[in-house]
């Protein structure tokens, strides 16, 4: 293993509680949620940062990972409460893992632009 790859690990879990609280405050924002508490989300956040540390390799990849996650969770819960995805939100996400593909150990971007068309197209 590389020599401070757990400090990445060990970022990529400390930052699910400020990720977790924000992810709260845009429920409430964006889904007009009052009673939505941070403390579930925090641990669904620190559950997407445990995966990403299991899966990924302890790299920039692993808070990029993390990040989308996070981003993809609070998308879910709005969704559940509204039926409906906010484009402050999707567009940014579209445009992230497009670019996260290109730090992947087998870049194929050609590929994933083309699942990213056909995803919005079928959509």
Known sequence: MVPGSHIIQI???????????AIA???????????VTSAPLILAALIVGGWSCVVMPPSLLLLISCALGWTLLSLAIIDSFVFRLP??????LVMAGLL??????DPSPLGHLIGAAAGFFIL
Request: proline letters at 12%; aromatic letters at 8%.
């Open 100 to 105: 996260a593909s290109f730090c992947l150990p």
């Open 25 to 35: 405050w845009l429920v409430r924002r964006e889904a007009g949620a009052p009673g």
């Open 11 to 21: 970022a990529g879990l400390a930052l699910a509680l400020p990720a977790g609280w």
């Open 87 to 92: 484009d402050i939100l999707t567009l940014p």
